[in-house]
């Protein structure tokens, strides 16, 4: 295969691995790879995994990227909380939540960072479009709740003033109805203290 053949067959891909090159080439020669990585036509993202140089590298690109190297998992947390607009500060590196062990992992194009919750938490988020692929993003009342649960620190109004929520953004983008279903899903009682707590914040804020 020649590598403008690979890049006309995976043109929309944002991100792409040995599996999707067999799709294409069934006896695909490996030391193509460390050719084209010499020319700089693509880039090893972790180990099995490329992005074209030419890539644009926005944020809707890194989180389709941040879900396919490290499965399952979806953006969450500071990461969502930005981008919904429940925090005021940008975030530096992806944030994640995932049923696999906590990690980072450093990339050329930035770090992505993921925070382990038990399978059955691995709920509360919807697909968006990016160029024809999907990503998995952490609904408002989600991505609220896995912060609140994954910082315990956070637990008065000093500190969810420290945060900076957004108190008006949160009381037009959140269901109550959802967040409490979610927050008992948790069945954690230290984290429906904290919850409830902030509420109070956010009513008063």
Same mark, same amino acid.
């Given at each position: ?24 080439? !069934? ?9 084209? +990585? /010499?020319?700089?036509? $693509? #880039?090893?993202?972790?180990? *099995? @995994? ?38 005021? !500060? ?9 049923? +696999? /062990?906590?990690?980072? $992992? #450093?990339?050329?194009?930035? *770090? @992505? ?93």
């Amino acid at each position: 295969m020649q590598y403008i053949e690979l890049k006309e067959q995976l043109k929309n891909f944002k991100i792409f691995n040995l599996n999707d090159i067999r799709k294409i080439e !069934e006896d695909f020669d490996l030391r193509r790879l460390n050719e084209w +990585q /010499k020319k700089n036509y $693509i #880039k090893k993202i972790r180990q *099995g @995994f490329y992005i074209f140089s030419d890539l644009e590298i926005n944020e809707q690109a890194l989180f389709v990227i941040a879900n396919r190297i490290h499965e399952p998992s979806y953006i969450s947390l500071e990461m969502a909380l930005s981008f919904y607009g429940l925090i005021p !500060e940008a975030v530096y590196g992806i944030t994640s939540v995932t049923s +696999q /062990k906590t990690r980072t $992992i #450093k990339t050329p194009i930035g *770090g @992505f960072t993921y925070r382990h919750l038990k399978p059955e938490l691995l709920f509360g988020y919807g697909l968006r479009e990016c160029d024809g692929h999907h990503y998995r993003m952490a609904e408002t009342e989600k991505a609220v709740l896995d912060y609140l649960y994954f910082n315990s620190k956070i637990k008065d109004e000093e500190s969810f003033m420290g945060a900076r929520f957004n108190a008006d953004e949160f009381k037009k983008r959140v269901n109550t109805e959802k967040f409490n279903k979610y927050l008992a899903a948790f069945n954690n009682k230290a984290l429906a203290k904290r919850v409830k707590k902030f509420l109070t914040y956010i009513e008063h804020a």
